[in-house]
């Protein structure tokens, strides 16, 4: 807070601003759950991704429930659990990525009258397009009310015509019920490890109810001496240590002499880590191209408030994308805090000086030199 006086923050700003943080402090400390459920339905917005706002909403006692096709709304909503006064936030089909508005308002319109049996009845009852249930089944939202799981929901759909033929679409109305224009035998399909789960679960939700992505690859790296985040971040100040994480933010102020502020994360929290100008300009691709980073560093402790140092950076992606046991890139996604992932122009206050500079009544970076540079807590 004194280092953050020097900017001689205008009055009116900061007493419109304290107010939405006082209320939002009190709606998440209070209700937690529909903290997190109008956010998710605020999206594309803010600072954080939807996996981070789903993380802290479970971390804090609340329940998050899959996107389902017999549930699910367009918006997140909350759904009473039972014997309790408590609420879960149920996902929304807004999360399925390339999933249109109006699809899913014919599937909630069409399990009004009664709930789906099959994927051949969805199809029916709902006229959307077989785009859009392949959409829902790579997105699991077959799972939670069908049982299928995601693989043998593509194999369902892959039967399926974009219409049905006019004579079984009149023998179903006439008889009110749905009739499959042939029958295939049953086929047992492998069922996907779970690591690919959640690879599949980042793909097309952009976050995941199971494991976080890291705990599937901890026993390699403990063999590494690589700790947790949560491990470095009790290490007493001035310790050496080595930790990685999925990069979640990474922020690189004008006023902050280059330095670098990175977060990463695993299944255990956040570590904060400060990049210095110079290990940036050497590391750069790394930096700015890692989906999950190693870090060699020296843990800095001011209070409450501990963050690392970096000297040594690894880009460690390529163990991100053996999840799925696949070639391709873990489909990481990234809120709008992360500067580099979203773009944006370059920093006005980068740009070069005028020879004969105009005289600035107060400048607030002439005074950086007083203050301490931090990292940013952004738990």
């Not at 149920?90 to 899913?104: F, P, Y």
């Not at 051949?120 to 997105?139: H, M, N, Y």
């Not at 040594?312 to 994308?321: I, P």
């Amino acid at each position: 807070m004194e280092g953050f006086g020097s900017y001689g923050f205008p009055e009116s700003h900061a007493a419109s601003f304290a107010l939405i943080s006082y209320a939002s402090c009190y709606i998440k400390c209070h209700f937690p759950d529909v903290f997190c459920a109008a956010l998710l339905n605020s999206q594309p917005m803010g600072f954080y991704a939807p996996a981070q706002i789903v993380a802290d909403a479970r971390a804090h006692g609340v329940e998050v429930r899959p996107v389902c096709l017999s549930a699910s709304r367009w918006d997140c909503t909350m759904e009473a659990i039972h014997g309790t006064e408590r609420h879960a936030v149920r996902l929304g089909m807004r999360m399925v990525k390339g999933l249109a508005m109006r699809d899913a308002a014919r599937i909630v319109v069409a399990r009004a009258d009664q709930p789906f049996v099959s994927v051949d009845d969805v199809w029916r009852r709902s006229g959307v397009p077989t785009e859009a249930l392949v959409q829902l089944a790579e997105a699991d939202a077959f799972r939670p009310s069908m049982k299928l799981e995601r693989r043998d929901a593509l194999w369902a759909l892959k039967a399926l015509r974009n219409d049905p033929l006019p004579l079984f679409a009149a023998a179903a109305q006439h008889d009110a019920e749905t009739i499959p224009e042939m029958v295939e035998p049953e086929v047992s399909l492998v069922p996907m490890v779970e690591g690919r789960q959640v690879v599949e679960d980042y793909g097309h939700t952009g976050l995941t109810l199971r494991d976080h992505p890291m705990s599937f690859l901890r026993e390699d790296l403990r063999r590494k001496n690589i700790v947790t985040c949560a491990e470095a971040a009790v290490q007493q100040d001035g310790k050496w240590l080595w930790t990685a994480g999925i990069v979640l933010v990474r922020q690189k102020p004008g006023s902050a002499k280059g330095v670098m502020f990175a977060t990463i994360e695993d299944e255990t929290g956040v570590v904060n880590v400060v990049i210095w100008p110079s290990l940036f300009e050497r590391q750069r691709r790394v930096v700015l191209s890692a989906s999950m980073l190693a870090v060699n560093g020296k843990i800095q402790r001011e209070g409450d408030v501990v963050h690392l140092v970096a000297q040594r950076l690894f880009d460690f992606s390529s163990d991100l994308s053996s999840l799925g046991e696949r070639g391709g890139a873990f489909p990481l996604q990234k809120g709008r805090g992360d500067e580099f992932s979203r773009g944006g122009g370059p920093d006005p206050r980068d740009n070069p000086k005028p020879v004969v500079p105009a005289r600035d009544i107060f400048i607030p970076d002439l005074h950086i030199d007083t203050l301490k540079v931090k990292a940013r807590n952004f738990q």
